[in-house]
């Protein structure tokens, strides 16, 4: 085994001088005082009031003001502190279990002390037990607003934070940028806006402010919605200034010969994309779009037939998958197909090191290898391209903002200046010269696919710069699986079943949960299913599968489920995407109500993949939550994974349909896709009137907002 490269010695960063409240700031992504002035409550306490203190009543939630007539540290049940303050009006007693010298100090007889919190009768009387209080002067004003509670972190008290951006708001830059014609009507200006949300008068509707639905909040939505459009809007027309390899398909070409040769028609919406597609490869700038389709709709033979262009043309494709598992298949099924055809395929993964590894990657820089499949081993350091004209990566979704940044960045390195040879005017060489006369760089296409399809308010949000083809139909003769859901109790029946279907020559899999705190319970847990499946099943080749086991062992794992020599494979949530053996007919996933629901979709898109009537049993653990229920349910009802994807944002709202790791600087802060539509059409009306009239105006709003997110992803 070769040994990894000696680690060597980074440089110490330079000791860090922040504060520990400070550096928390900086990891919430408050930099800049308008990141400050932008962080806004996410409720308010009302320190505005002094109620009397006979006027109390249980539950309230109120402030009061009086002199300390007693503290004493109390023993005889429990250690703690014993306050009793009174007013003019009655005397309260505010109860400390948790308290330090200075908490007596402030509260020490005949100070003058403010408290606030929720009254209720104990034992001493009527209470409030761990008040907010502070020892005030008989002149100490109150104050006129509401008092701002912020998001925040443990790191970060609220007193800290609340300094911070008051502060912060007195110095950000906060001049109207947008021309009152793109503004919807009846809105503040946004320091209006922001000096109210930030300190409401205590006369506001505070319903009006929860529900976020206040003109003020309209108008803080309207911004952000406004510089996403805007900076999507600006991220194509910096695409439209790039240049990519323009790649023409060829009649009679290799993608027409890798089509003769399959043993399938392409279905009409494969067709379509392939088009689609197509078109965009022949343009010179870099095509920059999404196929999705749902599982088994045949996305793997689209993604050949648009690497068979680029070869065609001349041109190296490279191809990533997120798991060594699903890139192995891409691989063995690329290879199958476009190897005869004399194309050089190169494997790339993580877990191929030393000579090989070297093998592949000189044949990558020789532009020997053609193709290269692999996981994001394929962006490494050590790869380069010899020209590479178009990046494909599958199963997008499942890569997080890193690694995708990187992959973006992979990119553009790998973009060197068109080469001198092979070019034949609009043909591969083609290059533009930039007025100045500095030579464009050629960047390559890139082609993302997912099975988890967009929903259209996302598409017209988030992914506003990405054009997107849709494959909406399976291929032919395809039996929808069935799904049934079962409480775990009916274990037995269903390992009855299993039997039956291996009787028939058929295959399972049995899908264990990803147990979230431990990787090593998750791990005892499919090996004693494992154990106990074999028990019960004498005869049947049982395999086991997880995402701990060293690649080999994987790959040969697999490779006998595939081969049909394993009959049941226990897998934790590994063999999730990708995976394609037609002979499968039924899927069991064990505690189904801990996976997400477009999860358990990938997961039943392993069966059903053959001619053969397959079955999908979710097990469930009572008690079910209503969520819960809600998910299996939707799963029972429908197989259309857009249908799916729908209920799952609706259960789950976008920004966790997305994950934030996903959606990264995407995510927006408050609007609401859905609530706020009106809003988002809007902004999506006025943002190309923003940036062809007011360009310099467009560019400031895209940086108030957006530039301090940039750097908290790039940290
Ligand atoms: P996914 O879109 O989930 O990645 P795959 O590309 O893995 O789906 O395709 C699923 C299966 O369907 C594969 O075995 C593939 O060879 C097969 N297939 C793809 N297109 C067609 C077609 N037009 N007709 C028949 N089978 C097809
Ligand atoms: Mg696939």
Same mark, same amino acid.
């Given at each position: 085994?070769?040994?990894?490269?000696?680690? &060597?010695?980074?440089?110490?960063?330079?000791?860090?001088?922040?504060?520990?409240?400070?550096?928390?700031?900086?990891?919430?992504?408050?930099?800049?005082?308008?990141?400050?002035?932008?962080?806004?409550?996410?409720?308010?306490?009302?320190?505005?009031?002094?109620?009397?203190?006979?006027?109390?009543?249980?539950?309230?939630?109120?402030?009061?003001?009086?002199?300390?007539?007693?503290?004493?540290?109390?023993?005889?049940?429990?250690?703690?502190?014993?306050?009793?303050?009174?007013?003019?009006?009655?005397?309260?007693?505010?109860?400390?279990?948790?308290?330090?010298?200075?908490?007596?100090?402030?509260?020490?007889?005949?100070?003058?002390?403010?408290?606030?919190?929720?009254?209720?009768?104990?034992?001493?009387?009527?209470?409030?037990?761990?008040?907010?209080?502070?020892?005030?002067?008989?002149?100490?004003?109150?104050?006129?607003?509401?008092?701002?509670?912020?998001?925040?972190?443990?790191?970060?008290?609220?007193?800290?934070?609340?300094?911070?951006?008051? =502060?912060?708001?007195?110095?950000?830059?906060?001049?109207?940028?947008?021309?009152?014609?793109?503004?919807?009507?009846?809105?503040?200006?946004?320091?209006?806006?922001?000096?109210?949300?930030?300190?409401?008068?205590?006369?506001?509707?505070?319903?009006?402010?929860?529900?976020?639905?206040?003109?003020?909040?309209?108008?803080?939505?309207?911004?952000?919605?406004?510089?996403?459009?805007? =900076?999507?809007?600006?991220?194509?027309?910096?695409?439209?200034?790039?240049?990519?390899?323009?790649?023409?398909?060829?009649?009679?070409?290799?993608?027409?010969?890798?089509?003769?040769?399959?043993?399938?028609?392409?279905?009409?919406?494969?067709?379509?994309?392939?088009?689609?597609?197509?078109?965009?490869?022949?343009?010179?700038?870099?095509?920059?779009?999404?196929?999705?389709?749902?599982?088994?709709?045949?996305?793997?033979?689209?993604?050949?037939?648009?690497?068979?262009?680029?070869?065609?043309?001349?041109?190296?494709?490279?191809?990533?998958?997120?798991?060594?598992?699903?890139?192995?298949?891409?691989?063995?099924?690329?290879?199958?197909?476009?190897?005869?055809?004399?194309?050089?395929?190169?494997?790339?993964?993580?877990?191929?090191?030393?000579?090989?590894?070297?093998?592949?990657?000189? =044949?990558?820089?020789?532009?020997?290898?053609?193709?290269?499949?692999?996981?994001?081993?394929?962006?490494?350091?050590?790869?380069?391209?010899?020209?590479?004209?178009?990046?494909?990566?599958?199963?997008?979704?499942?890569?997080?903002?890193?690694?995708?940044?990187?992959?973006?960045?992979?990119?553009?390195?790998?973009?060197?200046?068109?080469?001198?040879?092979?070019?034949?005017?609009?043909?591969?060489?083609?290059?533009?010269?930039?007025?100045?006369?500095?030579?464009?760089?050629?960047?390559?296409?890139?082609?993302?696919?997912?099975?988890?399809?967009?929903?259209?308010?996302?598409?017209?949000?988030?992914?506003?710069?990405?054009?997107?083809?849709?494959?909406?139909?399976?291929?032919?003769?395809?039996?929808?699986?069935?799904?049934?859901?079962?409480?775990?109790?009916?274990?037995?029946?269903?390992?009855?079943?299993?039997?039956?279907?291996?009787?028939?020559?058929?295959?399972?899999?049995?899908?264990?949960?990803?147990?979230?705190?431990?990787?090593?319970?998750?791990?005892?847990?499919?090996?004693? &299913?494992?154990?106990?499946?074999?028990?019960?099943?004498?005869?049947?080749?049982?395999?086991?599968?997880?995402?701990?086991?060293?690649?080999?062992?994987?790959?040969?794992?697999?490779?006998?489920? &595939?081969?049909?020599?394993?009959?049941?494979?226990?897998?934790?949530?590994?063999?999730?995407?990708?995976?394609?053996?037609?002979?499968? =007919?039924?899927?069991?996933?064990?505690?189904?109500?801990?996976?997400?629901?477009?999860?358990?979709?990938?997961?039943?898109?392993?069966?059903?993949?053959?001619?053969?009537?397959?079955?999908?049993?979710?097990?469930?653990?009572?008690?079910?939550?209503?969520?819960?229920?809600?998910?299996?349910?939707?799963?029972?009802?429908?197989?259309?994974?857009?249908?799916?994807?729908?209920?799952?944002?609706?259960?789950?709202?976008?920004?966790?349909?997305?994950?934030?790791?996903?959606?990264?600087?995407?995510?927006?802060?408050?609007?609401?896709?859905?609530?706020?539509?009106?809003?988002?059409?809007?902004?999506?009306?006025?943002?190309?009137?923003?940036?062809?009239?007011?360009?310099?105006?467009?560019?400031?709003?895209?940086?108030?907002?957006?530039?301090?997110?940039?750097?908290?992803?790039?940290?």
């Amino acid at each position: 085994m070769p040994s990894p490269p000696p680690a &060597t010695a980074a440089p110490k960063p330079p000791q860090d001088k922040l504060s520990a409240p400070a550096r928390a700031l900086r990891k919430l992504g408050l930099a800049r005082d308008i990141d400050l002035a932008l962080h806004l409550p996410m409720r308010y306490v009302d320190e505005t009031r002094i109620v009397p203190i006979a006027t109390l009543r249980d539950g309230d939630t109120a402030q009061v003001q009086g002199t300390v007539r007693e503290c004493r540290v109390e023993t005889r049940t429990r250690r703690q502190l014993v306050v009793r303050l009174a007013d003019d009006s009655g005397e309260l007693v505010l109860r400390l279990v948790h308290f330090y010298p200075s908490h007596q100090k402030t509260l020490a007889v005949g100070h003058l002390v403010r408290a606030r919190g929720e009254v209720r009768g104990g034992f001493f009387g009527r209470e409030m037990v761990h008040p907010e209080f502070r020892a005030v002067a008989a002149d100490t004003a109150l104050p006129q607003a509401l008092t701002p509670v912020y998001p925040s972190s443990a790191q970060l008290p609220q007193a800290y934070l609340r300094k911070a951006v008051a =502060s912060a708001l007195a110095r950000a830059p906060l001049a109207e940028l947008l021309p009152a014609e793109v503004l919807p009507c009846g809105l503040p200006t946004l320091r209006e806006a922001l000096l109210f949300l930030h300190h409401p008068s205590p006369a506001v509707p505070l319903e009006t402010l929860e529900d976020h639905s206040h003109p003020a909040w309209q108008r803080l939505k309207f911004e952000e919605l406004l510089a996403q459009q805007l =900076s999507q809007a600006q991220a194509q027309a910096a695409r439209a200034l790039l240049a990519a390899p323009v790649l023409p398909p060829r009649s009679g070409g290799l993608a027409a010969r890798l089509l003769a040769t399959l043993p399938f028609a392409l279905t009409a919406a494969q067709q379509r994309v392939v088009a689609e597609i197509g078109a965009d490869l022949g343009r010179p700038q870099p095509m920059h779009r999404l196929l999705q389709g749902d599982v088994g709709s045949g996305k793997t033979v689209v993604a050949a037939l648009a690497a068979a262009v680029a070869i065609d043309a001349g041109w190296q494709c490279a191809l990533m998958a997120p798991t060594e598992i699903l890139a192995e298949q891409h691989f063995r099924k690329l290879v199958g197909w476009l190897q005869p055809l004399g194309v050089q395929v190169a494997w790339l993964t993580g877990s191929r090191k030393g000579r090989g590894r070297k093998a592949m990657v000189e =044949s990558v820089a020789s532009g020997q290898a053609m193709l290269v499949v692999g996981t994001h081993a394929v962006i490494q350091d050590d790869v380069a391209f010899a020209r590479l004209g178009l990046a494909i990566v599958d199963e997008q979704h499942r890569f997080g903002v890193a690694q995708r940044l990187a992959l973006r960045q992979k990119l553009v390195d790998q973009a060197g200046p068109s080469p001198a040879s092979g070019s034949d005017g609009e043909g591969a060489g083609h290059s533009k010269d930039h007025e100045d006369g500095v030579r464009a760089q050629l960047e390559p296409h890139l082609l993302m696919m997912s099975a988890t399809p967009i929903p259209r308010t996302l598409a017209m949000s988030y992914f506003a710069d990405l054009d997107v083809s849709t494959i909406d139909e399976l291929p032919p003769g395809r039996t929808p699986v069935l799904t049934k859901v079962f409480a775990d109790s009916r274990r037995e029946q269903v390992v009855a079943r299993i039997r039956d279907e291996v009787g028939r020559g058929r295959q399972v899999y049995w899908v264990c949960p990803l147990v979230e705190e431990s990787e090593h319970l998750d791990l005892q847990n499919a090996t004693a &299913t494992h154990a106990e499946l074999g028990a019960a099943l004498p005869g049947v080749v049982v395999g086991l599968l997880h995402g701990r086991m060293p690649q080999a062992e994987k790959a040969a794992v697999m490779a006998l489920f &595939t081969a049909g020599a394993m009959k049941l494979l226990v897998a934790t949530t590994v063999i999730e995407v990708g995976v394609d053996v037609p002979n499968a =007919s039924l899927m069991v996933i064990e505690h189904a109500e801990r996976f997400g629901l477009a999860q358990l979709h990938q997961l039943r898109g392993r069966v059903g993949r053959g001619e053969v009537a397959s079955v999908c049993v979710l097990l469930y653990t009572a008690p079910l939550s209503a969520t819960g229920k809600a998910r299996l349910q939707a799963m029972a009802e429908t197989s259309d994974g857009f249908e799916i994807a729908r209920r799952d944002l609706d259960i789950r709202g976008p920004g966790e349909f997305m994950g934030a790791r996903q959606s990264g600087d995407a995510l927006l802060r408050f609007a609401d896709l859905q609530q706020d539509s009106a809003l988002l059409q809007h902004a999506r009306a006025v943002a190309p009137r923003l940036l062809r009239h007011h360009p310099a105006a467009a560019e400031a709003h895209v940086t108030r907002w957006l530039a301090g997110r940039a750097e908290f992803l790039k940290a």
